[in-house]
């Protein structure tokens, strides 16, 4: 019996490993310069980060089938948010069902014709336990960057979004040596996207170290203002901007704001000569729905003029563009991002 048992635990070992081995594909990883891919990135969307599918399979909203209808719609990419750090054990490995599930929606969305961005989000932890946020981003990045190793170029890794707070600008650079080198190690050409501190906002842009012979790089920021427009009402929001309401927005000083915020990204873009993704935009739900579409729509075309990609924030949950009670698209958000072809 206790033999039987040893061979049946052995057995259940094997098994888990043969979970969690890497997926394999039919496309080859060739390597593509980092403005050529930034260009064939286009318009975007943030998808699955908030979703409770990752603690329990069977509550995902999101389903693999919505990458085609997200392509179908449009949208040339994806950025699959990941708050991997709560879902690693004590060693910083990550379970094999996450893994697999992973692996699902990867495989769709390439099959769909999306590029893909895995994008790691523990940014409020990071902000809170640098040293233990590194720990934790390094172990990541140790097992997802050989994991996907021979995916198509279409794969891109996205290091750590918005670090802020105690995961200053200084450890954070000090942090990107360390694990760059380590998703380097199997995928020395891959493309990486990377944002300075302060959020991914445009001021960390300048504080930024990026490895100068590294050029498989593409530069992120993240672009919310005026945050008393943007997020008004948001209750995750400072107290004096959620308790705001019927905030407006598209006054000719306001556009001018906006194209001097985008003229100096792009400067920053061509002095560094680096491809910049505008990882994150959007106004919260509560806004003007009227002055939401103009700043959209303004948003994304100061983007598209100076030649960044954009993720518009996000598929579901708030800052909604698909709606599960009908199902379907919010469509003024909808085409304000994507206009309708006459």
């Avoid at 994008?119 to 981003?137: I, N, P, R, S, Y």
């Avoid at 959209?296 to 960044?308: L, N, S």
């Avoid at 949950?317 to 469509?331: I, M, Q, R, S, T």
């Amino acid at each position: 019996m206790r033999k039987f048992l040893s061979a049946a635990i052995a057995l259940a070992g094997f098994a888990a490993c043969a979970l969690a081995a890497a997926p394999t594909f039919q496309e080859p990883f060739t390597p593509i310069d980092a403005a050529a891919q930034n260009a064939a990135m286009g318009g975007g969307v943030n998808v699955l980060g908030y979703d409770p599918g990752w603690g329990d399979p069977a509550q995902f909203r999101f389903k693999p089938e919505y990458f085609k209808v997200i392509h179908d719609g449009g949208f040339k990419h994806v950025r699959i948010v990941l708050q991997a750090f709560q879902y690693q054990d004590a060693d910083g490995n990550l379970p094999a069902r996450w893994l697999n599930q992973l692996d699902t929606f990867v495989k769709a969305a390439l099959d769909a014709g999306l590029t893909v961005i895995l994008d790691e989000h523990d940014f409020e932890f990071c902000a809170k336990d640098a040293v233990t946020c590194g720990v934790k981003l390094n172990k990541f990045w140790q097992q997802i960057a050989p994991r996907y190793k021979d995916a198509p170029n279409r794969v891109i890794f996205e290091v750590l979004n918005e670090p802020h707070g105690v995961l200053t600008a200084d450890l954070w650079n000090k942090q990107l040596v360390e694990t760059v080198a380590i998703i380097r190690a199997t995928n020395p050409t891959r493309n990486l996207i990377i944002g300075g501190a302060d959020w991914n906002g445009l001021a960390g842009l300048p504080t930024l170290q990026l490895p100068e012979n590294d050029r498989h790089i593409i530069a992120t920021f993240h672009y919310y203002l005026p945050m008393e427009f943007t997020h008004q009402g948001a209750p995750w929001a400072d107290p004096k901007v959620a308790a705001l309401s019927g905030i407006h927005w598209g006054t000719p000083a306001e556009y001018k704001f906006l194209a001097d915020k985008f003229d100096t990204a792009k400067a920053w873009s061509v002095a560094n000569n680096r491809p910049l993704y505008l990882g994150e935009f959007g106004p919260f739900d509560a806004a003007p729905q009227a002055d939401r579409i103009k700043w959209i729509m303004a948003v994304r075309e100061a983007a598209e003029t100076r030649g960044f990609s954009w993720g518009w924030w996000q598929w579901d949950g708030n800052f909604v563009l698909w709606d599960y009670a009908k199902p379907g698209w919010v469509e003024p958000t909808k085409n304000a991002l994507i206009p309708p072809k006459n």
